[in-house]
């Protein structure tokens, strides 16, 4: 029989128009450029400034983009799954706001939350529906708005985040490409160093919770670090050794963009050379779940059929891990 494996077989993007620069940072909190590049390498990051609009304004937009592209008709899709950790409310799914707005109608699907790994999760649940037949044209959509849920008056985690969203339709491949393998792990202890303390069912939405703005990101950064470091190298590294790849054999590195430090230390563990390691951080800043798909949105026009690309991942949970893929068209 043949084996049935799960491929991206095309991308789209949105990313909002509002550039917040370290500049324009380092006038609304006490920080500088210098700072924010030496420490993360970003250098800008895109926000979302339409009121009253939340991810799936614009995983909408990139799911719109991507039927255009594809020449696929809404209702020819089986499911839509959208990776958040910034759901336009805590329900319904954003996946359904998204299905709503496109004309998606004999869809099923709901949002996946992994943190900054979201993107490797989902795409490895959606892979099962692929390899069983149960699904044949599926929607990953990542999409964030981390500026919703970052507070513009903390300067360790202000400079961080950006907003965005990355469709990708994935389907059956018969030829031995897409997702080869994976590795995924969580680990609850990481739970207290990055999180948002309210506005789930633990701490509902009072005055006081406002006031000491739990509806924001906090992180540990340093503890996060460690753990970010030895996890998404280590991860990286074992799915090499369980293929038997060297660093000859891999195109690109594809990591979750954090940190430049965090990324290079990924690469170096894998014995990568710098041009083997992909980086958008610079304009984008940490998107989370986005962070991923954007850096294959960037470089699609780069990638060959058959390249074998390392993805890894390191986000609130904890949640880590790395794919083993082979790019398919
Ligand atoms: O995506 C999900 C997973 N997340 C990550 O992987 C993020 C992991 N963590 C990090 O990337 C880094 O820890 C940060 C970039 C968040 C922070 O970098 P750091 O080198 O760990 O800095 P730090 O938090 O240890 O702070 C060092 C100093 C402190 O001052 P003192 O105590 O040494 O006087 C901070 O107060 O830098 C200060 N600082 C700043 N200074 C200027 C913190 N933020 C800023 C800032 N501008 N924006």
Known sequence: MTKITAAITAIAGYVPEYILTNEELSRIVDTSDEWITTRTGIKERHILKAEHEGSSYMGAKAVEELLRKTNTRPEDIDMLVCCTVTPDHVFPATANIICDKIGILNAWGFDMNAGCSGFLFTLSTLSQFIKTGRAKKVILVAAEKMSSITDYTDR??????????????????????????????????????????????CYPPTVETVENREHCVYQDGKTVFKYAVSNMADTAAEIMERHQLTANDIAYLIPHQANLR??????????LTDDKVLINIAKYGNTSAVSIPLVLMDFEKQFKKGDILIFAAFGA?????????????
Request: charge should be negative; hydrophobic fraction near 40%; aromatic fraction near 14%.
């Open 156 to 201: 360790n985690t202000c400079p961080l985040f950006g907003d965005a969203a990355v469709a990708m339709m994935i389907e059956p491949n018969t030829e031995g490409l897409g997702l080869i393998d994976d590795i995924l792990h969580v680990d609850g202890i990481g739970r207290k160093f990055l999180y948002m303390k309210a506005g789930g069912s």
């Open 262 to 271: 965090i990324i290079d230390a990924t690469g170096k563990r894998m014995g």
């Open 317 to 329: 949970g904890f949640t880590w891990g790395a794919h083993y893929y082979k790019w398919a068209y």
